[in-house]
């Protein structure tokens, strides 16, 4: 099917960068859409970023990282990117990558058939 694998995660301080990636492999014609969740201590998986995958690459970003994040796409690399900037405490959390079959609802999780394992980002204060 399709794999996707995150890395980039790690410790920085309050205010500081880190840039995720997710390399998919196998199948990925299959792919609409990808997207960056979250899951913080705690809580639940919340809806971070998504980018079409399959078209003209639009962008949705969820209200919690508006104008700090930027997620982006190199498809000859199967691979989508997240840049976060201006990093919170509470952005703390195991980042997803995912990736939809099907035009959908982009913040909904459910909407996502592939998933990888995750990458931790931890924002001192």
């Known amino acids: 099917q399709v794999q996707l694998v995150e890395s980039g995660g790690g410790l920085v301080q309050d205010g500081g960068s880190l840039r995720l990636s997710c390399a998919a492999s196998?199948?990925?014609?299959?792919?609409?859409?990808m997207g960056w969740f979250r899951q913080a201590p705690g809580k639940e998986r919340e809806f971070v970023a998504a980018?079409?995958?399959?078209?003209?690459?639009?962008?949705n970003y969820g209200d919690s990282v508006k104008g700090r994040f930027t997620i982006s796409r190199v498809n000859a690399k199967n691979t989508v990117y997240l840049q976060m900037n201006s990093l919170k405490p509470e952005d703390t959390a195991v980042y997803y990558c995912?990736?939809?079959?099907?035009?959908?609802?982009?913040?909904?999780?459910?909407?996502?058939?592939?998933w990888g394992q995750g990458t931790r980002v931890t924002v001192s204060s």
């Open positions: 196998g199948y990925t014609f299959t792919i609409y859409a």
């Open positions: 980018i079409n995958w399959s078209g003209g690459g639009s962008t």
């Open positions: 995912a990736g939809a079959r099907y035009r959908g609802t982009y913040y909904d999780m459910n909407e996502y058939t592939y």
